[in-house]
């Protein structure tokens, strides 16, 4: 699997968009992008995923890069709720059932 | 829609006893089960999978064991828990099929083996 970075963490005002990089240069092409988050002391929520193009859902926008070696996760109006941390996680056929999750974004979301 | 569940929620277990936790699943049929754990502080590891009833496949060598007696039912089990078997332990499940299947993860049971 592709090996990710993401800042150790990120602050942000309730109400405001959070945006999330995630770095993932030595990505395949046919390796997916995921995002999943996790609340403290909770299992971990899956939000999105994306191959090439952007995507949306009822949760965040997944914007990838042309070159696909770098994704940004988009929370357009974050809430305090939404204080987690953030995974990006690369995958695909090859990865067999294993989901490799790395250090993760703390998103701090501040009222 | 499909929900997962997992009991209990938490746990606190002497040295050397047997555990049972476990997982259901509800809404779909045919699922992929995994067990993963996750120590404090750090990311998740794989600990078993399933891909049907009575199949398994252990990731990482230890004193657990995995268990699919029925479609929707994944458990967990240690005849004797060890001290650095504390952490979080979560069950997830998958849609069989397609090139990369998305997990979805229950609450977790948080184990605490003194």
Request: with cysteine.
């Amino acid at each position: 699997d592709a090996k990710t970075t993401q800042p150790p963490s990120m602050d942000c005002a309730e109400g405001r968009a959070a945006n999330l990089p995630c770095n993932h240069s030595t990505i395949s092409g046919n390796e997916y992008v995921y995002w999943y988050r996790q609340i403290h002391s909770q299992g971990p929520q899956y939000i999105i995923h994306g191959l090439k193009n952007n995507e949306t859902n009822e949760m965040a926008s997944l914007i990838i890069t042309e070159d696909r070696k770098s994704s940004t996760l988009i929370l357009p109006h974050a809430t305090l709720r939404d204080t987690a941390v953030y995974y990006c996680i690369v995958r695909g056929e090859t990865s067999g059932s294993r989901l490799t999750f790395g250090e993760g974004t703390q998103l701090t979301v501040n009222p | 829609s499909q929900t997962i569940h997992q009991w209990p929620a938490t746990l606190v277990q002497p040295v050397g006893s047997p555990l049972s936790l476990e997982c259901t699943v509800e809404g779909t049929s045919n699922p992929n089960l995994y067990w993963y754990r996750q120590a404090a502080g750090r990311g998740l590891q794989l600990l078993f999978y399933s891909v049907g009833i009575g199949q398994i496949s252990s990731e990482v060598p230890q004193n657990l064991s995995a268990s699919r007696p029925q479609d929707r039912q994944f458990i967990l089990s240690s005849k004797k828990l060890l001290l650095s078997d504390s952490g979080f332990y979560l069950c997830a499940w998958s849609v069989r099929g397609g090139l990369v299947e998305t997990q979805y993860f229950g609450p977790g049971t948080r184990l605490l083996v003194l």
